[in-house]
T-cell receptor, first 117, second 116 residues
Framework: AQKVTQAQTEISVVEKEDVTLDCVYETRDTTYYLFWYKQPPSGELVFLIRRNSFDEQNEISGRYSWNFQKSTSSFNFTITASQVVDSAVYFCALSEGGSSNTGKLIFGQGTTLQVKP | GAVVSQHPSWVICKSGTSVKIECRSLDFQATTMFWYRQFPKQSLMLMATSNEGSKATYEQGVEKDKFLINHASLTLSTLTVTSAHPEDSSFYIC????????????FGPGTRLLVL
């Protein structure tokens, strides 16, 4: 069965601190996709990144970086020099790949990040 | 690119009435649309998957007669909550994707439903 675990329910940091959000996944599929979404207080989910199972290259986008390690089934997300605007709920999600995939997303429980000024 | 809109953003209705929520992909064609429900401080719960021109596939435990989903075109899906009751009050979110392009789901801004 597919499963995504975000063990950190809430994280509180002070502005300019670095913070890492953990995500561990389980799947039997050899082809799959991993995602991170941000949900600010307004409620809309904002797509941040997609990673394919066959691409373990880490990614950096501005203050955001992602570390994908198949050996530990983890896809962690780091925000460098956090800002108040980063305060939101962050969801990690998994979907199966392959030609017959339904596209369903399996979401983690989410991590609420609070960045204090 | 990849913008999804939802309408209305807020709706308050009396118990027993039906409510329709629209989900539109504005700048791409959505081969598949998804409907989610989210309770406060919880994760998203998938309700159903709809492919353009075919019947929606509902998740276990979701009443198809209560939550009617129509995906009549490649840019529009609707969710109708029939005979709404207070327990149907929730945050409903749709997402859309074009599998021909990429497997990413793009989400609408959500609709907050309050049934009195």
């Amino acid at each position: 069965a597919q499963k995504v675990t975000q063990a950190q329910t809430e994280i509180s940091v002070v502005e300019k601190e670095d913070v890492t959000l953990d995500c561990v996944y389980e799947t039997r599929d050899t082809t799959y996709y991993l995602f991170w979404y941000k949900q600010p207080p307004s409620g809309e989910l904002v797509f941040l990144i997609r990673r394919n199972s066959f691409d373990e290259q880490n990614e950096i986008s501005g203050r955001y970086s992602w570390n994908f390690q198949k050996s530990t089934s983890s896809f962690n997300f780091t925000i460098t020099a956090s800002q108040v605007v980063d305060s939101a709920v962050y969801f990690c999600a998994l979907s199966e790949g392959g030609s017959s995939n339904t596209g369903k997303l399996i979401f983690g429980q989410g991590t609420t990040l609070q960045v204090k000024p | 690119g990849a913008v999804v809109s939802q309408h209305p953003s807020w709706v308050i209705c009396k118990s027993g009435t039906s409510v329709k929520i629209e989900c539109r992909s504005l700048d791409f064609q959505a081969t598949t649309m998804f409907w989610y429900r989210q309770f406060p401080k919880q994760s998203l719960m998938l309700m159903a998957t709809s492919n353009e021109g075919s019947k929606a596939t509902y998740e276990q435990g979701v009443e198809k007669d209560k939550f009617l989903i129509n995906h009549a075109s490649l840019t529009l899906s609707t969710l109708t909550v029939t005979s709404a009751h207070p327990e149907d009050s929730s945050f409903y979110i749709c997402s859309a994707r074009d599998l021909r392009l990429r497997p990413t789901q793009y989400f609408g801004p959500g609709t907050r439903l309050l049934v009195l």
